[in-house]
Structure formats: C-alpha cells, structure tokens
C-alpha cells in the first residue's frame, strides 16, 4: 500500500534553531500534502495545505514566515519550523493525498521539544 | 463552528463486548467523506473505515462498521468484539469538497480502554 516516510520522528532542539521534518511518499505521486499539529491529548489541527509547485496555503492563526512548508517535487515535502520556541513543541504529522487513489496516507509523525 | 462532534471523550469495554463511538458532523457540501482512524500511543494514524455521503450501505471493514445516520448528520463507528489492542485514541473525520482544499477536519477524539 501507499507509505509515507516522515523524519525524523523525533527531535529535541534549542529556542532559537530551525527544525526541517520531511515527509516523502515512497510509491505513488503526493499532489497534495496536508500539515496536522497535535498537542497532548488534543486533536489534529490542520496547519496548511500545499500542492507541488504552488505555494501553501495556510490555515487561520499559523504564521507562515515560522512554519514554512516547501512541496518541490510530487514525493518530498518539508516543514521547517523556524526560530522555535517551547511553545512550538508538539507532534507535527503531514497527510498525503494522490489525485489517483483520492486516499489519504499519513506519515509517522515527529514529536518536537523545543527546550 | 466545530464541524466534528465527539461527545465522548473517554469510553470502556470489556473485551469480547461491542462498543459504539460517536460521531456528529456539520456540512453544507452535499459531497463529503467521512472516516474513522485509530491512534494508539504511538503517534500513528490508523485508517479504520470510510463513508461517502452518497454511499446508499453503511460501510463495514472487519470489526468495524460505520453507522451512518444522513439525516441525523451522525455517523458513529461500532467496534465489535472489543480486544485489548484495541485501545487507542479513536478520530473521526471529514471531508468536504474543493472549497475545503479536501483537507481532513477531526473531531477532539475518544480515548476506548478495553479492559480484561
């Protein structure tokens, strides 16, 4: 079946650094990528949505010059949290969508503490 | 306006026993989808099932089954014969059509516990 390969799954990095989390679809063509956060016990808040070759589009209260997402190529989408502070720590997951299958695959998931 | 309702936000069973967790949902889009995922303390999301809003049959995968209500805007997720790996955050979801970018909307979740 469709695999999406989300790294890292995990980081731990210092106030004031950037993090990059990629998310890669292994077998099939991501047209549209889709960015969740989650916090402890909290349900998956969609960040922005980004189709290859366009710009995101980002949900209300997420500040795109902090998260910016990149979606070059139809297998490889990056989120690069900027200047993070403690408040950014949370489970960041992307969803990819093909315009064949119409599903959706979720990758792992990356679990950031900002410290 | 939240457009999935989880009422439930902790749910038991006992092993073996069938549980339902339900699921409200807002839309004006007549063309929708909605889908239940499983996230155990692992992070992952699990597909369970899927319905579209034309879909005339609930749908059924295995254990599960979707008990879609159209006019009641419900379409709650019945677990039959519960195991202990079934505990797990349960999400349901939507979603809608262009306008929306046919991004997934989740619901805040319900945490089952099977217990022996």
């Known amino acids: 079946g469709a695999v999406v390969s989300q790294h890292p799954s995990w980081v731990i990095c210092k106030s004031g650094t950037s993090v990059k989390i990629e998310c890669r679809s292994l077998d099939f063509q991501a047209t549209t990528m889709f960015w969740y956060r989650q916090f402890p016990k909290q349900s998956l808040m969609l960040m922005a949505t980004s189709n290859e070759g366009s710009k995101a589009t980002y949900e209300q209260g997420v500040e795109k010059d902090k998260f910016l997402i990149n979606h070059a190529s139809l297998t490889l989408s990056t989120l690069t949290v900027t200047s993070a502070h403690p408040e950014d720590s949370s489970f960041y997951i992307c969803?990819?969508?093909?315009?064949?299958?119409?599903?959706?695959?979720f990758g792992s998931g990356t679990r950031l503490t900002v410290v | 306006a939240q457009k999935i309702t989880q009422t439930q936000p902790g749910m038991f069973v006992q092993e073996k026993e069938a549980v339902t967790l339900d699921c409200t949902y807002d839309t004006s889009d007549p063309s929708y989808g909605l889908f239940w995922y499983k996230q155990p303390s692992s992070g992952e999301m699990i597909f369970l099932i899927y319905q579209g809003s034309y879909d005339q049959q609930n749908a059924t995968e295995g254990r599960y089954s979707l008990n879609f209500q159209k006019a009641r805007k419900s379409a709650n997720l019945v677990i039959s014969a519960s195991q202990l790996g079934d505990s797990a955050m349960y999400f349901c979801a939507m979603r809608e059509g262009p306008n929306s970018g046919y991004a997934l909307n989740f619901g805040k979740g319900t945490s089952l516990l099977v217990t022996p």
């Open positions: 969803s990819a969508r093909d315009r064949e299958h119409l599903g959706y695959t």
